[in-house]
């Protein structure tokens, strides 16, 4: 019988690498790598040997890379996934990153920042992935019957307290301010990298259990906007890594409502592009039912609006009403005077209110009630708000197309082009061309055309 051919094993240079960054020896490895699994339960008798038999390219079996990776990650500081140390054996593609709704805080961490560091890297499998049907609606099942994280607190890494949650905090609202007015093409690069490297940094640090809610707060709501700018730059694929990430994070957090907006404000928009408006009106339903008792009327309002956009979308005109109905009764209770809405929740009041019914109008060919929300909506919104006001714009103009005032549809759309040309926003962009294509019926009156050359002119 012939001899069975020897199977060459390849050095692991990504190990070697970290070992390297973490300044730390064979035998320092080894003995991080038993004391962490002592904390799991696990009897490990690793030394300086096995350390090199690793380096070697062996890959030892179970739970040990993962154990390995937070050895190591605590080390640097930072988290460290198996795939980086070069233990993942396929189990780790690109395709699959960010897709999973992770059962531990340690599984969430260890998901979450190996999505940022694959979208800093831009790996083409990730930046250029298509959206998984499936994972519009089974996170929202996973977050519904998942129970609270009993602890987030950790011991390990360099100290964290509310002075850093507070400073990712501001960073949001400045991030946010600067998405407003210049669109999240300019924006979303920075972002992203300082999710990387600081927000990486301070989830893999040592927090007490208070601390640690606010930082996967604060997480959440950062990688929810990463999200958001995902959509705005034309990756849907990516943005909805980004909100399964959000929703986990929130539910580290404690925070059932923040989990409850993810599903209605990000995730249903999301299917709303998409069109899939079952999808819409499932998430807005999961988040009203899962943060039912935790959320201000502000917030429920919202929620009743994201469904009421599903319902527009399948052409079910009454089951709509009914939502809407109950979306303008639920702010109708929002007290702004009693200061008790999240900051994340603050912005949705009877101008937002109106560009959702806007939008549920146009979808159910009423076009005089769409025109009607659409100029409420602009005339809520600050100028600062430079790509809101052009999709609003864009609204109107649809609505004026559907009740064929064509000329005076294709001066506000004009209007829409000059501040939309100012952001750099694929929505913006999709807006525009729907508008187009709903004036092609009339592509023979002058307004028309000098608006497609317009348009033209501005794409080039």
């Keep these: 019988m012939a001899a069975r051919p020897l199977v060459a094993r390849q050095p692991n240079e990504r190990l070697q690498t970290l070992i390297q960054e973490a300044a ?18 696990l009897d490990l008798r690793y030394d300086k040997t096995s350390v090199a038999r690793w380096l070697r390219g062996q890959q030892p ?20 996934t198996i795939d980086e140390i070069g233990m993942a054996n396929g189990k780790s593609l690109a395709s699959g990153i960010g897709l999973q709704f992770a059962p531990t805080v340690l599984g969430a961490v260890e998901q979450v920042c190996e999505l940022w560091r694959s979208d800093v890297g831009r790996r083409d499998l990730l930046s250029g992935s298509a959206v998984a049907a499936s994972a519009l609606v089974e996170p929202s099942r996973d977050w519904l019957i998942t129970g609270p994280d009993p602890q987030v607190a950790r011991t390990a890494g360099s100290r964290v307290g509310m002075p850093d949650v507070a400073a990712v905090r501001a960073t949001t609202a400045a991030l946010v301010d600067l998405d407003h007015r210049f669109g999240s093409g300019h924006v979303r690069p920075v972002l992203v990298h300082y999710l990387n490297s600081v927000v990486s940094g301070l989830l ?13 707060g604060a997480a959440a709501r950062l990688t929810e906007l990463a999200g958001y700018m995902a959509v705005d730059t034309g990756q849907p694929g990516l943005a909805q890594r980004y909100y399964i990430q959000a929703l986990r994070l929130a539910q580290a957090a404690g925070d059932r409502a923040y989990g409850g907006y993810v599903l209605a404000a990000s995730m249903s928009h999301l299917a709303a592009q998409l069109g899939n408006p079952r999808e819409i009106a499932q998430l807005a339903r999961a988040a ?6 935790r959320v201000t ?7 009743h609006a994201a469904e009421a956009r599903g319902h527009a979308l399948m052409g079910d005109a009454s089951t709509c009403q009914a939502a809407a109905g109950r979306a303008l009764a639920a702010l109708e209770q929002a007290d702004p005077d009693k200061g008790d809405d999240p900051v994340w929740i603050t912005h949705f009041d009877a101008g937002y209110l109106a560009d959702e019914l806007a939008h549920c109008h146009r979808d159910l060919g009423q076009a005089e009630p769409a025109a009607r929300r659409a100029k409420e909506a602009l005339a809520a919104l600050p100028p600062s708000r430079t790509r809101r006001r052009g999709i609003g714009l864009v609204l109107l103009a649809t609505a004026q197309v559907q009740q064929r005032q064509v000329e005076q549809a294709c001066h506000t759309g004009l209007r829409a082009m000059e501040l939309l040309g100012t952001v750099r926003s694929s929505r913006g962009a999709e807006y525009l061309d729907d508008l187009q294509q709903r ?9 028309v055309r000098e608006f497609g050359a317009r348009l033209e ?4």
């Design 24 to 41: 730390c020896s064979n035998a320092g490895l080894a003995r991080r790598v038993n004391m962490t699994g002592a904390e799991r339960g």
């Design 457 to 460: 002119l501005q794409a080039a």
């Design 297 to 303: 009327p502000r917030a429920e309002a919202m929620f």
């Design 439 to 447: 004036l092609e019926p009339y592509a023979d009156e002058p307004a």
């Design 288 to 293: 009203q039912e899962g943060a039912r008792g």
């Design 61 to 80: 079996r179970g739970r040990a890379p993962g154990i390995i990776a937070e050895a190591i990650g605590r080390k640097l500081g930072r988290t460290v």
């Design 204 to 216: 893999s640090g040592s927090y007490r259990e208070s601390v640690g809610r606010e930082l996967f």
